[in-house]
């Protein structure tokens, strides 16, 4: 009995299965419809007799009756399981007892041929009555078993031979669709269960991507927070602590102050590499590609990052080359950078290797080799991740954030390139990323000597709503030599110049100023009034993705709170002295 009336399956299987069988339905009667109209056909040729015609009506009638009911149900049978199982029993029960009539009342009676061809017919509808009902056996059983038993009996007791062989072949058959049928029955319930597991699935992964998107927002929305305001105050910090290196300081006051300027550094650091994940995430780095001289950027940055491997007692090497690329010099100076900056903080002994080297026709990839930790194989991608570091279960600022390769490896998707890795636990690794080989000519400037710091007798502007920030901004551009007029908004600023009858040589503005206004409409507005285009600086302590984007599409250079001192110079020079 288990195997013909398997377990019951759970509700929500059942209206599955219900519904399948509903949908069945109305194709599935057109097979009756024709095997009735066959047998009615052949029976009243043989016999004239009316009843037969009276059976054909009643079967017709009955597929219609029903064809409509399961028309106007719809997607909505089998919404409720269990009653509408009782249902289709019920539905499906005048079908098997009208034809079973039928072969009660002629199967004795009728010729031989006949006979033989209303058996066939017979199992023919039971074999089609199979996919009509799967996969709801008891359907199955309703709608087959009564005319097949009965046509069995019929055939068993004709006096015939040949139909006693039949009744048997027929009861053999019959035993064959039922275990086809609980085959069909226990397939498609395993294929309804499996798209239930499939959905549920699919949920928990839409769920975890929504959880994902969500964190991100999330880290996104704090990071621009958070930054911003530790920004203001740090970026005013700066500000003072190097307008009070230009003062009398003793040697010990210049020692405290010079650690100042180096806790600041730190701070300001970990910001912008918070910056810089805000940045990737706003897509607001964009690669802008050119043909460019690799020993260039390979010289400015063993220039700068040398002393720091001299200090910590390592070798730093670069391999000459004379190689030209044709990719963003500025992002690629950035990955450099941070991978340069990773050999030095994780080698004790040995040294590192800067390179490049031509792996195709039409590719170079930049190299940076150490004898530092290594990492073990099954930490290379984590190391990819922020906030992650082999090495500095202490957190010690002093070897960085976690963020170094983070930012890198999103730098190089900006390049269309990927940084790889291979290492030695405890021997060394190399870093690698590739971009494309420039055949172009290359007419590269050096850099820009920046000697030329003197700003003594330029006019500047500083609009800041932040009175700290902004007096300590005044102060230092004095100390430069500056004439400095400072004030919280355009019209401040405007009515001060009417005042002194003159113009300003650069704009200092602060992004987001009281009252919503922000630094790009106050910058038209100076503009507008002195109807002369007047260089200009925007500084923001602002991560905000949207901020970042809308911010660099001003006509202004912008520059990030808390900006160093050298950054701010670098700027004001190349505006204020452009040849």
Same mark, same amino acid.
């Given at each position: 009995?288990? =195997?013909?009336?398997?377990?019951?399956?759970?509700?929500?299987?059942?209206?599955?299965?219900?519904?399948?069988?509903?949908? %069945?339905? =109305?194709?599935?009667?057109?097979?009756?419809?024709?095997?009735?109209?066959?047998?009615?056909?052949?029976?009243?040729?043989?016999?004239?007799?009316?009843?037969?015609?009276?059976?054909?009506?009643?079967?017709?009638?009955?597929?219609?009756?029903?064809?409509?009911?399961?028309?106007?149900?719809?997607?909505?049978?089998?919404?409720?399981?269990?009653?509408?199982?009782?249902?289709?029993?019920?539905?499906?029960?005048?079908?098997?007892?009208?034809?079973?009539?039928?072969?009660?009342?002629?199967?004795?009676?009728?010729?031989?041929?006949?006979?033989?061809?209303?058996?066939?017919?017979?199992?023919?509808?039971?074999?089609?009555?199979?996919?009509?009902?799967?996969?709801?056996?008891?359907?199955?059983?309703?709608?087959?078993?009564?005319?097949?038993?009965?046509?069995?009996?019929?055939?068993?007791?004709?006096?015939?031979?040949?139909?006693?062989?039949?009744?048997?072949?027929?009861?053999?058959?019959?035993?064959?669709?039922?275990?086809?049928?609980?085959?069909?029955? !226990?397939?498609?319930?395993?294929?309804?269960?499996?798209?239930?597991?499939?959905?549920?699935?699919? +949920?928990?992964?839409?769920?975890?991507?929504?959880?994902?998107?969500?964190?991100?927002?999330?880290?996104?929305?704090?990071?621009?927070?958070?930054?911003?305001?530790?920004?203001?105050?740090?970026?005013?910090?700066?500000?003072?602590?190097?307008?009070?290196?230009?003062?009398?300081?003793?040697?010990?006051?210049?020692?405290?102050?010079?650690?100042?300027?180096?806790?600041?550094?730190?701070?300001?650091?970990?910001?912008? @590499?918070?910056?810089?994940?805000?940045?990737?995430?706003?897509?607001?780095?964009?690669? +802008?590609?050119?043909?460019?001289?690799?020993?260039?950027?390979?010289?400015?940055?063993?220039?700068?990052?040398?002393?720091?491997?001299?200090?910590?007692?390592?070798?730093?090497?670069?391999?000459?080359?004379?190689?030209?690329?044709?990719?963003?010099?500025?992002?690629?100076?950035?990955?450099?950078? %941070?991978?340069?900056?990773?050999?030095?903080?994780?080698?004790?002994?040995?040294?590192?290797?800067?390179?490049?080297?031509?792996?195709?026709?039409?590719?170079?990839?930049?190299?940076?080799?150490?004898?530092?930790?290594?990492?073990?194989?099954? +930490?290379?991608?984590?190391?990819?991740?922020?906030?992650?570091?082999?090495?500095?279960?202490?957190?010690?600022?002093?070897?960085?954030?976690?963020?170094?390769?983070?930012?890198?490896?999103?730098?190089?998707?900006?390049?269309?390139?990927?940084?790889?890795?291979?290492?030695?636990?405890?021997?060394?690794?190399?870093?690698?990323?590739?971009?494309?080989? @420039?055949?172009?000519?290359?007419?590269?400037?050096?850099?820009?000597?920046?000697?030329?710091?003197?700003?003594?007798?330029?006019?500047?502007?500083?609009?800041?709503?932040?009175?700290?920030?902004?007096?300590?901004?005044?102060?230092?551009?004095?100390?430069?030599?500056?004439?400095?007029?400072?004030?919280?908004?355009?019209?401040?600023?405007? @009515?001060?110049?009417?005042?002194?009858?003159?113009?300003?040589?650069?704009?200092?503005?602060?992004?987001?100023?009281?009252?919503?206004?922000?630094?790009?409409?106050?910058?038209?507005?100076?503009?507008?009034?002195?109807?002369?285009?007047?260089?200009?600086?925007?500084?923001?302590?602002?991560?905000?993705?949207?901020?970042?984007?809308?911010?660099?599409?001003?006509?202004?250079?912008?520059?990030? +709170?808390?900006?160093?001192?050298?950054?701010?110079?670098?700027?004001?020079?190349?505006?204020? !002295?452009?040849?």
């Amino acid at each position: 009995m288990k =195997i013909l009336l398997p377990r019951p399956p759970s509700e929500l299987i059942l209206g599955q299965e219900l519904k399948l069988a509903g949908r %069945n339905y =109305i194709s599935g009667t057109f097979l009756f419809n024709v095997g009735s109209t066959l047998t009615a056909y052949l029976i009243y040729s043989e016999t004239q007799t009316p009843g037969i015609i009276v059976w054909w009506g009643l079967m017709l009638g009955i597929a219609a009756v029903f064809s409509f009911y399961f028309y106007r149900q719809g997607a909505s049978f089998g919404d409720n399981p269990t009653p509408d199982l009782i249902k289709l029993i019920c539905i499906l029960a005048p079908h098997s007892l009208v034809y079973t009539w039928m072969i009660y009342t002629y199967i004795p009676t009728l010729s031989y041929e006949l006979t033989m061809t209303l058996s066939v017919i017979t199992v023919g509808m039971a074999a089609g009555s199979v996919s009509l009902t799967a996969p709801m056996l008891p359907a199955f059983y309703t709608l087959s078993y009564p005319s097949i038993m009965t046509l069995i009996v019929s055939l068993y007791y004709r006096p015939e031979t040949t139909f006693t062989w039949l009744a048997f072949g027929s009861f053999g058959m019959i035993l064959g669709l039922s275990w086809f049928a609980i085959v069909l029955a !226990n397939t498609i319930r395993q294929s309804v269960e499996a798209s239930f597991q499939k959905e549920a699935l699919v +949920k928990k992964l839409r769920s975890a991507l929504v959880q994902t998107d969500e964190a991100n927002r999330a880290k996104s929305v704090f990071l621009a927070s958070a930054s911003h305001d530790l920004r203001q105050p740090l970026h005013a910090l700066g500000l003072l602590t190097e307008t009070l290196g230009h003062t009398k300081l003793d040697k010990q006051q210049a020692d405290i102050q010079e650690h100042m300027l180096s806790a600041v550094d730190s701070t300001r650091n970990m910001l912008d @590499s918070l910056l810089n994940i805000s940045k990737l995430d706003a897509g607001a780095i964009m690669a +802008k590609p050119k043909p460019f001289l690799v020993q260039s950027i390979f010289s400015k940055l063993e220039s700068e990052l040398a002393p720091i491997a001299d200090d910590a007692a390592i070798i730093y090497r670069t391999r000459e080359t004379i190689n030209a690329a044709y990719s963003d010099p500025q992002i690629v100076e950035l990955i450099l950078r %941070n991978l340069i900056a990773n050999a030095i903080r994780y080698t004790d002994k040995g040294g590192l290797l800067v390179a490049c080297r031509n792996t195709g026709e039409d590719r170079l990839s930049i190299e940076v080799w150490d004898t530092g930790v290594g990492i073990p194989n099954d +930490k290379i991608e984590d190391m990819f991740r922020e906030f992650q570091q082999l090495e500095n279960p202490e957190r010690d600022a002093t070897k960085g954030f976690g963020l170094g390769l983070s930012i890198a490896q999103g730098l190089a998707r900006t390049l269309d390139s990927k940084i790889t890795v291979r290492s030695v636990y405890n021997q060394g690794s190399v870093f690698r990323f590739e971009i494309p080989r @420039s055949s172009a000519a290359v007419i590269e400037d050096l850099p820009r000597n920046t000697n030329k710091e003197d700003f003594k007798g330029q006019s500047i502007a500083v609009i800041d709503d932040d009175r700290r920030v902004r007096e300590s901004m005044h102060n230092l551009m004095v100390s430069w030599g500056c004439r400095c007029i400072s004030g919280e908004s355009a019209g401040e600023i405007l @009515s001060q110049a009417d005042a002194h009858d003159h113009s300003f040589d650069l704009l200092i503005v602060d992004y987001r100023l009281r009252e919503g206004v922000t630094g790009k409409e106050t910058i038209h507005e100076i503009r507008a009034s002195l109807k002369e285009h007047v260089p200009a600086i925007i500084i923001t302590g602002d991560t905000d993705a949207n901020r970042i984007v809308e911010a660099q599409s001003s006509d202004a250079l912008l520059l990030h +709170k808390p900006a160093s001192t050298r950054q701010l110079r670098r700027m004001m020079l190349n505006l204020l !002295n452009p040849e």
